[in-house]
């Protein structure tokens, strides 16, 4: 076994020990953290600030953590996440650190060892959970390991990495991901880039050298679980063909098995960029849970299309095969064209987009600034801009002169302007991350799809026990009359129900349920206006 950053020569750690760690950080008591809970992704180089080089840090973002959550639940200034993903921030040589080069160092431009220990204890202090990114799939070349196999055909290392005599076969694209080694006649895989080469899982010293890594982070740094990147390239398939290989799934069991059992309360999330039914492969026993991404789609194409045909459907296909603890929905992340940017601008969609996200089962990611409307496409670095505070020339973003220019919208698109608008979408963001957290139906109940006369409506109920709530949603740009809503039998308990406003305003009829669980005819609203999410409380008459 060989751990390279305890070779001097290699790596350089500044971690605390994990006495000094322990004593200042803890993972938050809440056993039940994801009913209800929202996780909030940060790219800490584009959060905020703190000494005026133009690069975010994690000084800044402690500074800011109030913003996500201040850890009073009755006031509504914060968005009430209760969980952080924080992108890459180990020891990287580019901008956005997916190619790490020390994964037992904090990246010097966003600060040291001590100040993430310092932030963590921050947010534990808040009640927020800290999930950091682990780049598992690959390394960047210029990794003292891969630059000691690169020179070395002896080194201990050389197993870490995959080599062939000559290029391996074309990937299902049509391209070649073997690269040519620039020291002697032979090639290394590297999917991603020539410059990240792909880590060999089969290689048992390397899988030992990584779990090292979780445990760094999970005990000696003070984080509460992993965001693990681009799982599904992890191995590939035995005609070279990259995703979804069998013995991925083997390796992430491996690892999970690991985490479960030497960090009891950790949270794994995997990355598997594919909306099919493949995402069932990795369950049930390897990590906790996986990024929805097919829901993901449903949502913003409903949205934009105006029809919401198959939107339940696949959210009901991942609760059907899924605990809803155990899959994540979002809209937007930071390898795709920022949510107000895919629906041209239309601030009342981006709404109810956001309305549908949080009120369906799962555990939501909100990708840093989607709640003030941010926009960005791609390349990368432009949807990946530093976040909007004030209405100022760098947004209160820096002093200085940010790392990149802001997006053109920065004077409008802020938390200072948008903060004080009670109808503007940072403050739907607030209100219904706040409501998610204290209604158990919404938290953590199931849902129930409803049918409707028209597909512009998008209508079903979540039941927890005798919580029971009921959404609508019309994603259409006109008023509509006569919306009739009809459920299947088994739906709630039999009774008189009389709806609560709980959020989108609107006064709804009372309605009668069946003795078998089922209504039909029900009209809830004279009108359902164009493009609001409505969310009632459902009180059953005694």
Not at 298 to 325: F, H, K
Not at 520 to 537: K, M, N, Q, S
Request: hydrophobic residues 40%; aromatic residues 12%; charged residues 25%.
């Amino acid at each position: 076994m060989y751990r390279l950053a305890a070779v001097t020569a290699f790596c350089a750690i500044g971690a605390l020990s994990a006495g000094q760690a322990s004593a200042q950080t803890s993972i938050p008591s809440d056993a039940n953290w994801r009913d209800g809970g929202v996780c909030y992704e940060i790219f800490v180089r584009s959060f905020y600030d703190s000494d005026g080089d133009g690069v975010g840090d994690l000084e800044g973002l402690t500074e800011k953590l109030d913003y996500v959550n201040d850890g009073d639940p009755d006031t509504r200034e914060d968005l009430g996440a209760n969980c952080i993903w924080l992108m890459p921030i180990a020891a990287s040589p580019s901008y956005h650190g997916y190619d790490v080069t020390d994964y037992y160092r904090v990246d010097p431009r966003y600060g040291t060892n001590e100040s993430f220990q310092r932030f963590a204890a921050e947010a534990h202090r808040r009640g927020i959970r800290v999930l950091v990114d682990m780049v598992i799939n690959h390394v960047s070349d210029k990794h003292p390991a891969f630059k000691h196999a690169l020179l070395y055909p002896d080194s201990p290392y050389r197993e870490w990495f995959r080599w062939s005599p000559v290029p391996g076969p074309d990937n299902e694209w049509g391209d070649n991901n073997w690269r040519r080694s620039p020291v002697r006649d032979e090639y290394y895989y590297g999917f991603f880039s020539p410059r990240m080469p792909d880590l060999n899982w089969e290689a048992e010293s390397l899988r030992e050298e990584m779990k090292r890594v979780a445990s760094f982070w999970l005990d000696d740094m003070g984080a509460d679980g992993l965001r693990l990147d681009a799982v599904w390239h992890l191995m590939e398939a035995a005609d070279g063909q990259a995703g979804h290989a069998p013995r991925t799934h083997d390796m992430l069991r491996e690892y999970g098995e690991y985490v479960r059992a030497e960090h009891p309360g950790a949270f794994t999330i995997g990355e598997v960029f594919d909306g099919s039914d493949k995402i069932f492969d990795y369950y049930p026993d390897q990590l906790d849970a996986f990024f929805a991404f097919g829901v993901s789609n449903a949502i913003l194409e409903s949205v934009r299309s105006s029809d919401g045909t198959g939107l339940l459907e696949a959210v009901v296909r991942m609760q059907d095969r899924v605990p809803n603890d155990r899959w994540a929905p979002f809209l937007r992340n930071h390898d795709q064209v920022r949510t107000m940017t895919y629906l041209e601008g239309d601030e009342a969609r981006a709404k109810v987009a956001a309305g549908l996200l949080l009120t369906i089962p799962g555990l939501p990611f909100v990708y840093y600034g989607e709640e003030i409307g941010m926009t960005g496409d791609k390349p990368d670095p432009r949807i990946r801009t530093p976040m909007h505070w004030e209405v100022e020339p760098a947004a209160g973003f820096t002093s200085g002169m940010p790392w990149e220019p802001l997006q053109p919208d920065s004077l409008t698109a802020n938390v200072q302007t948008l903060g004080v608008e009670s109808g503007s979408l940072l403050n739907l963001y607030r209100d219904l991350i706040h409501l998610r957290s204290t209604h158990p139906a919404l938290g953590a109940g199931q849902l129930i799809a409803l049918s409707t006369n028209t597909t512009a409506v998008t209508a079903f109920v979540r039941r927890s026990g005798d919580d029971v709530v009921l959404v609508i949603a019309n994603l259409g740009t006109e008023a509509l009359a006569n919306v009739l809503l009809r459920a299947d039998s088994g739906t709630i308990p039999a009774g008189e129900y009389s709806p609560v406003s709980l959020f989108g305003g609107g006064q709804a009829a009372a309605f009668e349920v069946e003795a078998d669980g089922s209504f039909r005819g029900y009209v809830p609203l004279e009108i359902v206006a164009p493009l609001r999410t409505y969310v009632f409380e459902l009180s059953r008459g005694s």
